[in-house]
């Protein structure tokens, strides 16, 4: 009995993304699918390649064929095409080179936003996604020293070329300063840096440019809200109260921004001690997962407090570098995994009307 291509689709609508609720075949996943004496072959091409569970979804697949009458053998190969969450409109024109844009904030200083930056733009690209990075504290651009990189940006005669490290695309006002001037601006200049950042770098067909914002409510989040589409912000904290206080102000702020807030990152979560490996709360503990309950904000994890972390932002080799299968790197990937998830979800939510742009 002859395969027909008709049901091996219809066989394969019992996988379905976990994220987008929906089966793989109605999202227009299937890809070159092809039928021959009992052989099938096909793609399925998902909307990140950070999916964590696309092994599973690959073995469902295949199993769903295989029970198909006169089917013989199943190849299934894997593939992923990154969406563009948000598109651009009349005030805010789409970014070339980049599909989506992630904001990494903080209500406050001293969170370790920047960290947490650096290493989920490391894990996003670890996953095999095309990854930049604007280190857009201006004030205190330190993702050059995460990176360990000391140069001076080129250009190809028309615009910037980013740095590159670890297989991220960097721009950061470090690479433009001494390391001990300081940057003494007020709003204007500020955006306009912001504005160059943008729009005169030759960004590289990347499929996520990660922003390490400054810290607070200010300048730069306004700039950023009314100069490019952002896919989503993602709000770094610690447990303790003071810092969730400040977290929660600058959700506020992203969302009269018009900025949707992808996760909460709960950030020196807990320490683990390496002789007895007891855990101890020294910042509390559950804040950050309780305030995206109360908010209804997704919560992307907890990473803990781990003295290689600390090390390699000072020594310029970020922990996803130097200890990629550590528990601290790992908690890392799942955040980087269910950011990407949440840039999938909104890409398939796309407003029909442009957003209101804040003036």
Not at 77 to 99: C, I, N
Not at 129 to 154: A, E, F, R, S
Not at 165 to 173: A, D, E, T
Not at 291 to 310: C, D, N, T
């Amino acid at each position: 009995m002859a395969v027909e291509q008709a049901s091996v689709l219809e066989a394969l609508k019992v996988v379905q993304d976990p994220d987008l609720h929906r089966d793989i075949v109605s999202l227009g996943f299937i890809k070159d699918l092809a039928v021959s004496s009992g052989r099938v072959s096909f793609t399925i091409e998902l909307t990140t390649p950070a999916c964590p569970v696309k092994d599973q979804m690959r073995d469902q697949a295949r199993a769903a064929v295989m029970n198909l009458s006169g089917v013989t053998d199943v190849d299934v190969r894997m593939s992923a095409r990154v969406r563009e969450a948000v598109g651009g409109d009349g005030a805010r024109a789409s970014l070339p080179g980049v599909k989506n844009i992630i904001a990494v904030g903080a209500g406050k200083g001293g969170v370790g936003k920047t960290t947490v930056a650096v290493n989920l733009a490391l894990a996003l690209a670890r996953s095999g996604g095309k990854v930049g990075i604007i280190d857009g504290d201006i004030y205190g651009p330190n993702v050059p020293i995460m990176l360990g990189l000391k140069t001076q940006l080129t250009t190809d005669g028309q615009k910037i070329i980013p740095a590159e490290k670890y297989g991220l695309q960097v721009i950061s006002m470090g690479f433009m300063t001494t390391d001990d001037a300081p940057i003494i601006w007020r709003g204007p200049m500020l955006h306009g840096a912001l504005q160059q950042f943008f729009r005169e770098v030759r960004w590289d067909d990347l499929d996520y440019l990660v922003i390490d914002m400054p810290p607070g409510t200010g300048d730069v989040a306004l700039s950023l809200s009314q100069t490019v589409p952002v896919a989503g912000a993602i709000v770094v904290t610690t447990p303790q109260l003071v810092s969730l206080a400040d977290s929660r102000r600058a959700v506020a702020m992203y969302r009269k921004l018009n900025i949707p807030t992808l996760g909460i990152v709960e950030n020196m979560s807990y320490f683990v001690c390496r002789n007895c490996n007891h855990e101890a709360d020294i910042f509390g503990h559950g804040g950050g997962e309780q305030m995206s309950s109360e908010l209804k904000i997704p919560f992307l994890g907890r990473v803990p407090i781990y003295q290689p972390i600390r090390e390699g932002s000072d020594n310029g080799v970020p922990l996803l570098i130097s200890e990629p299968e550590s528990p601290a790197a790992r908690a890392f990937i799942a955040a980087a995994e269910r950011t990407a998830a949440q840039v999938s979800i909104a890409s398939y939510n796309r407003p029909t009307i442009p957003l209101t742009v804040v003036r």
